[in-house]
Structures are given as structure tokens and as C-alpha cells.
């Protein structure tokens, strides 16, 4: 059973701070990484994709991923009141396979 | 802009009672997911395809779900009969089989209730 595993929060941040969002997976076969942001009541969209070891950046979002711990996380720098919402992780095995995603950490940023 | 439409957006029906739901994938993407949201179990995989074959249907109830397409520009699910536990909100998405890079863009959502 392939699982990913989420803190569902809530992660509470001030304005302009860091907010460390953490994933972990089961399947150490896991080829692809995806983080989606929610808005209540939205679908899910996508914000980062990250495949090889290290670190991936845009903009004020940075994915980390270390396959030898099975651990994904995602930092969001200069937090807005506009990043609250639901940060969901998913994984896949093979590029164009179905993902299987976290619970979801829900994110809120007050100013 | 491209998106996914689904339709419809909301849907109230009695127990028993049949439920199609219809999406519409991004032009020219040839993979497309079912999925269905709940808060206990959060986003679930029912059933996925390629070039309009099914991949992957495991997730789904088989004695009462089913999904099809027909033809490349529509996909659909449908509930039979229809049960409370089936209230959810049921994504369509869609993407590029050989290109996860640009992930799978998601519809707006059916939200269903069963009464």
C-alpha cells in the first residue's frame, strides 16, 4: 500500500516568515514529486514538481527532496496572507502515472 | 486559458438514484484521472486512462461505479445505484502521459450529494 503521509495542521506563520511544509512516502520506488495548493472550496493546483535529489526553486517556493529518506518538503519564503490554503503532496512511479496524494497540510498566514 | 470542465458543478440526488458525471479534458492531453475528495479521506484515485483505454480502475466500487470515454473529448463516471457514502466532491484531471514536469491540470470539481 502506497502511502504519503502529511501533517495536516494547521501551520500557523506571521507575515513574511518561512513556512516549512514536510511529506513523507512509503514507496522507495517513487519517481516523481508534486506539490499542489488547494484553496478552500478550489480544485488543486500545481505549484512545484521535483524529480532528482536537492533542492528546486521558483520564486518564493523551494522543493527539497531526499529519496534516501523518503522525504519531500516545500519552503515558502515571505509568507502572504494569500499562501493560506491546503498544501498537498503526491508522488508518482512512472512519469504519466496516477499520483497518489498526502491528506494535505493546511497553511495559515496571518498578517 | 486551457482547463478541464466538468459538469456539473453541484448535484443533489436521492439514494438509489443514478449519477453521471462528465469532464471534459485539455486538448490534445491523453491521460485523464478520476479522482474523489473527501475530509476523512482526502484525494482518492477511482480510475485513470490513456489514449482512452483504462489503465487503472481499482480504486473504483466496481458493483456501482463505473467510467468510460467515449471519445477523446469526454470522459465520464457514473454512480448506480447512488448511496449517502458517496457524497464527495469528484475531480477530473488531465495531462501528458510522457511529461510529469507539467503535472495534471484539475477540473473545478463535481461536488455530489446523496440524500
Known amino acids: 500500500q502506497k502511502e504519503v503521509e502529511q501533517n495536516s495542521g494547521p501551520l500557523s506563520v506571521p507575515e513574511g516568515a518561512i513556512a516549512s511544509l514536510n511529506c513523507t512516502y512509503s514507496?522507495?520506488?517513487?519517481?516523481?514529486f508534486f506539490w499542489y495548493r488547494q484553496y478552500s472550496g478550489k480544485s488543486p493546483e500545481l505549484i512545484m514538481f521535483?524529480?532528482?535529489?536537492g533542492d528546486k526553486e521558483d520564486g518564493r517556493f523551494t522543493a527539497q527532496l531526499n529519496k534516501a529518506s523518503q522525504y519531500v518538503s516545500l519552503l515558502i519564503r515571505d509568507s502572504q496572507p494569500s499562501d493560506s490554503a491546503t498544501y498537498l503532496c503526491?508522488?508518482?512511479?512512472?512519469?504519466?502515472?496516477?499520483?497518489?496524494f498526502g491528506k494535505g497540510t493546511t497553511l495559515s498566514v496571518s498578517s | 486559458d486551457a482547463r478541464v470542465t466538468q459538469t456539473p458543478r453541484d448535484k443533489v440526488t436521492e439514494m438509489g438514484q443514478e449519477v453521471t458525471m462528465r469532464c471534459q479534458p485539455i486538448?490534445?492531453?491523453?491521460?485523464v484521472f478520476w479522482y474523489r475528495q473527501t475530509m476523512m479521506q482526502g484525494l482518492e484515485l477511482l480510475a485513470y486512462?490513456?489514449?482512452?483505454?483504462?489503465?487503472?480502475d481499482s480504486g473504483m466500487p466496481k458493483d456501482r461505479f463505473s467510467a468510460e470515454m467515449p471519445d477523446a473529448t469526454l470522459a465520464t463516471l457514473k454512480i448506480q445505484p447512488s448511496e449517502p457514502r458517496d457524497s464527495a466532491v469528484y475531480f477530473c484531471?488531465?495531462?501528458?502521459?510522457?511529461?510529469?514536469?507539467?503535472?495534471?491540470?484539475f477540473g473545478s470539481g463535481t461536488r455530489l450529494t446523496v440524500v
Open positions: 521535483i524529480y532528482s535529489n
Open positions: 514507496d522507495r520506488g517513487s519517481q516523481s
Open positions: 486538448l490534445g492531453h491523453n491521460t
Open positions: 484531471a488531465s495531462g501528458l502521459g510522457d511529461r510529469d514536469s507539467d503535472g495534471y491540470t
Open positions: 503526491a508522488v508518482n512511479m512512472d512519469a504519466g502515472t496516477a499520483l497518489i
Open positions: 486512462f490513456r489514449n482512452r483505454a483504462p489503465l487503472d
